[in-house]
């Protein structure tokens, strides 16, 4: 039987679904923050098309720029090797500022950054003309290896001066300082956000030429002191995000397993660090906690788009939300198995340092160019805006011209005249989320616009729209994208009674914008800020703290799926 013929017999099996869409604009109103829709890097031309609000310089392999020779290292990502990024930080925020997006830019807080590509005979951390033989090489280049002693088990011990310099608090103060020459402040249009280094639990492995050493609880909060008060020195208008924690071992543990003398998982204890440097100060030295999500399932980042590892994707993005959710990868190893992210995080902020907002500077679900990735974005950019996300930004963009764009389209300019998804999230419920997924939200000029994903693989659902809290009747279009095609019209009409039925295909997303007559009534008077609607939060793990074996088995798989790109100028 074909594949053709196999799926014709499925949709014969599976005929239509329904589920029944509530969307409330009198609960759970908040204010959806525009920086969630920002990326890690991307062409210029792209920020604009895709209407991107955030860009951000920064990742393993600018963690130790160099802002005043242009150059970098790419550190265990590509063998420690030394780059020169095709354009300057500089050029970076000019294009990005004429995109109409803000620059997020990376501190080296690692105490080192690069040297120039000719001081010295060295071009990368471990050259086996100095350390000798090595467990494996640069296919590009053999003279640099890993600095992985043969025998696998134990390490070569680097001297750090060997590409790079050292820089500390003041280095990174003195780049804040140019920035505000070049640029502004801040607040006159300037570079705002500044990120306090990238994944610390992770320096001893990514930047272990100069970082051999697990990062402590004590060195990391330090570091948050020393350079958010740089920051703020330099630029008091300034935000500052931190740690930029790699993933789930990291919210509850240091590399160097602080967290059982402690009696304190790390999160909250680099929260209570910076409500401590406040009280010192008098002002906040951190802004934002800035945390990374790269679901750990089978295949799901590298881009897999089997139909098993297609639906894996679109479940993965539970560990976002979902309290009932146990992971399905090695994760379930640790800490409970239901990560609950987005919830935990918000707790943990109310309850140590409330007022901190909540940046996800990293993430990536993969196969964004695929209409499978594409709408699991989609997905995820719903969640985000539901779950008072305040910044965020997409690992890898979409190539462009691809159909991940219309994921961001769809929310940023998904009629190619500038309509955009609403700025204030209202109510939105299935009563079949498993097969559909809902968000909706309203602009200040009264429009509803919901958000629709089919996540059933075969089976087209008719969403049964009821409005409440709004007029009744009014104006409707839909625009839809995903294993149909590409972003596009697709119906118009009118609500009458509150009341709309619309049949979405498999494995689509749509917009729907709704124009109500008499617009968008007024909150419940009882009605909260928004707080989540998705399930309680959790108090912490409640769980034992991870030995090192458990620890370095789950890292396993971070360094199997890093990202091995090839020898290139680096693009940011």
Not at 40 to 47: K, P, S, V
Not at 316 to 326: K, Q
Request: proline residues 6%; contains cysteine; charged residues 20%.
């Amino acid at each position: 039987m074909s594949k053709h013929t196999a799926l014709a017999t499925l949709l014969a099996v599976f005929p239509a679904l329904a589920a029944n869409v509530t969307v409330d604009a009198a609960h759970d109103r908040h204010p959806i923050s525009p920086l969630i829709y920002g990326l890690i890097g991307g062409d210029d031309a792209q920020l604009s098309r895709m209407g991107v609000t955030l860009r951000r310089h920064g990742g393993n392999q600018l963690s130790r720029y160099n802002w005043k020779l242009n150059t970098t290292n790419s550190g265990g990502d590509e063998f420690y090797f030394q780059r020169q990024p095709a354009r300057s930080v500089d050029d970076f925020v000019t294009q990005t500022k004429a995109a109409g997006a803000q620059s997020l830019i990376e501190l080296p807080t690692i105490g080192w950054v690069s040297k120039g590509l000719d001081d010295g005979a060295n071009h990368c951390g471990y050259a086996v003309t100095k350390y000798g033989n090595q467990q494996a090489y640069d296919p590009a280049d053999p003279g640099c290896g890993n600095g992985v002693k043969p025998d696998g088990m134990s390490f070569v011990l680097a001297d750090p001066t060997d590409v790079s310099v050292p820089a500390d608090e003041g280095w990174a103060g003195e780049w804040v300082s140019h920035l505000v020459t070049t640029f502004g402040a801040a607040n006159a249009g300037g570079v705002s956000l500044y990120q306090l280094g990238n994944q610390p639990a992770l320096w001893n492995e990514t930047h272990r030429d100069v970082h051999p050493q697990p990062a402590t609880y004590k060195e990391i909060t330090d570091k948050l002191e020393a350079y958010g008060k740089a920051v703020k020195t330099a630029d008091p208008t300034a935000q500052t995000l931190g740690p930029g924690a790699w993933g789930w071992l990291e919210y509850f543990d240091s590399a160097a397993q602080d967290r059982e003398s402690s009696g304190v998982d790390f999160i909250p204890a680099y929260l209570q660090a910076a409500h401590t440097d406040e009280t010192k100060y008098g002002h906040r030295l951190l802004d934002y906690l800035d945390i990374h999500i790269y679901p750990q399932a089978p295949r799901i980042s590298a881009g897999s788009t089997t139909e098993a590892d297609n639906a894996m994707r679109l479940r993965s993005t539970r560990i976002l939300w979902d309290p009932n959710y146990t992971v399905e990868s090695w994760e379930s190893c640790c800490y409970g198995g239901i990560l609950d992210i987005l919830p935990r995080m918000h707790h943990w902020i109310d309850t140590t340092y409330p007022g901190t907002r909540l940046a996800v500077s990293g993430y990536d679900f993969g196969a964004i160019d695929a209409p499978n990735g594409a709408i699991t974005q989609a997905l995820v950019l719903g969640i985000f805006g539901r779950e008072k996300v305040d910044l965020a930004a997409l690992e890898t963009p979409p190539m462009s011209g691809s159909i991940g764009e219309d994921a961001f389209k769809l929310y940023r300019n998904y009629d190619g005249m500038g309509g955009q998804y609403g700025d204030t999230s209202v109510r939105a419920v299935s009563d079949a989320p498993n097969d559909l997924q809902s968000f909706a939200a309203f602009t200040a000029g009264g429009k509803v616009t919901v958000v629709l994903v089919n996540t059933n693989p075969v089976a087209t659902t008719t969403a049964n729209l009821t409005f409440n809290g709004m007029g009744d009747g009014g104006p409707w279009r839909a625009f839809v994208f995903g294993a149909a095609g590409r972003l596009a019209p697709a119906g118009n009409g009118d609500v009458k009674g509150g009341k709309l039925a619309f049949d979405l295909k498999a494995g689509n997303a749509a917009l729907i914008e709704f124009t109500p007559n008499g617009g968008v009534g007024m909150a419940a008077p009882d009605d909260s800020d928004g707080g989540t609607v998705t399930g309680p939060n959790h108090p912490g793990c409640g769980c034992d703290f991870v030995d090192a074996g458990v620890w370095l088995l789950g890292m396993i798989p971070v360094w199997l799926f890093r990202r091995k790109p090839k020898k290139v100028a680096v693009q940011e």
